[in-house]
């Protein structure tokens, strides 16, 4: 089992920052990848990123590349996404989620863990 907590959503303004921590429990750490997701109002929920066990390998998507980072610290238990230059349409409430295999992609359907979220607005 994990359990995964996220925090730091908020409201910023368009073009500002914001990073999002996941703090995850359980599990060995440093034994799985851990993906971000995220579900904006009336849509379905959506990959944004992951990141391997390792560290060392990302995947985003399109919509984020090159304004979001996601990196992890296996010693804090601790996944980050940093989310630069925000859009209005980033406004969503923000997932992280751990497969319970070994899964390094953007299929939410390969993730079993999930936290609770936290909503990230940005206003126009």
């Given at each position: 089992q994990?359990?995964?907590v996220e925090s730091g959503g908020g409201l910023v303004q368009a073009g500002g920052s914001l990073r999002l921590s996941c703090?995850?429990?359980g599990r060995t750490f440093s034994s799985y990848a851990?993906?971000?997701f995220r579900r904006p109002p009336?849509?379905?929920r959506e990959f944004?990123?992951?990141v391997s066990w390792k560290g060392n390998t990302t995947?985003?998507?399109n919509s984020v590349k090159g304004r979001f980072t996601a990196s992890r610290d296996n010693a804090k238990n601790t996944v980050y996404l940093q989310m630069n230059s925000l859009k209005p349409e980033d406004t969503a409430v923000y997932y992280c989620a751990?497969?319970?295999r070994d899964y390094v992609g953007p299929s939410r359907w390969q993730y079993d863990f999930w936290g609770q979220g936290t909503q990230v607005t940005v206003s126009s």
């Open positions: 994990v359990q995964l703090v995850a429990s851990l993906g971000w009336g849509k379905e944004v990123a992951v995947y985003y998507a751990a497969p319970y």
